[in-house]
């Protein structure tokens, strides 16, 4: 069945624009940490809301998911042409998959690194794994760069929502506006 929604839901706008909100304050938040020199309370204070933040992410992402596995999304304008209709749907699939993948990492890593995870300081997170230097190693540059994958996709995302607005005037932009 063809969808004929010129925009998306209410609750797929709303987890959008705060997981997109949430992103960039855990993004931020963690390149303000991690140049803080040595161990002081204030950079461990900025690491346990780095991964509050970052569960709370993931944690709207599977509700996101659910929506979205729920939901079908508008069509794309017939005037774009396929192969943005198809680099659309790869950006897309890939900062799904960034969502999911950059908090488990962390999480991951922390457990690896012997530290658990208690969401607010409240809610002891399962520890899944036990500590392992290797798996510690691998997983630092493996948080970071997924990191900065995400940075580049969301810059391009930015992008081409800017480009349909002012080049193509195409209202995509528009379809996820509050």
């Known amino acids: 069945m063809r969808n004929v929604a010129s925009r998306y839901t209410l609750p797929a706008i709303a987890l959008h624009w705060l997981i997109a909100v949430l992103i960039i304050a855990t993004f931020l938040l963690g390149l303000t940490m991690v140049d803080i020199a040595g161990l002081t309370p204030t950079?461990?204070?900025?690491?346990?809301w780095h991964k509050w933040l970052g569960i709370t992410v993931?944690?709207?992402?599977?509700?996101?998911?659910?929506?979205?596995?729920?939901?079908?999304?508008?069509?794309?304008?017939?005037?774009?042409?396929?192969?943005q209709q198809n680099a659309a749907?790869?950006?897309?699939g890939l900062l799904y998959l960034l969502i999911f993948a950059i908090p488990l990492s962390?999480?991951?890593?922390?457990?690896?690194?012997?530290?658990?995870v208690v969401y607010l300081g409240l809610v002891p997170l399962?520890?899944?794994?036990e500590p392992d230097r290797a798996l510690k190693a691998?997983?630092?540059?493996?948080?970071?760069?997924l990191n900065m994958t995400m940075l580049a996709l969301f810059c391009l995302h930015i992008l081409?929502?800017?480009?349909?607005?002012?080049?193509?005037?195409?209202?995509?932009?528009?379809?996820?506006?509050?």
Do not use: E, N
């Open 160 to 178: 081409a929502a800017l480009k349909h607005q002012f080049i193509d005037r195409d209202r995509t932009l528009q379809r996820m506006l509050p």
């Open 138 to 145: 691998l997983l630092k540059p493996t948080h970071y760069w």
């Open 126 to 129: 399962p520890v899944l794994i």
């Open 58 to 83: 993931l944690g709207l992402a599977c509700l996101r998911l659910l929506w979205r596995l729920t939901h079908t999304p508008p069509a794309y304008p017939p005037s774009m042409p396929g192969w």
């Open 89 to 92: 749907h790869l950006t897309h």
């Open 43 to 48: 950079k461990l204070k900025y690491f346990s």
């Open 106 to 116: 962390g999480y991951f890593y922390s457990l690896a690194a012997g530290i658990p």
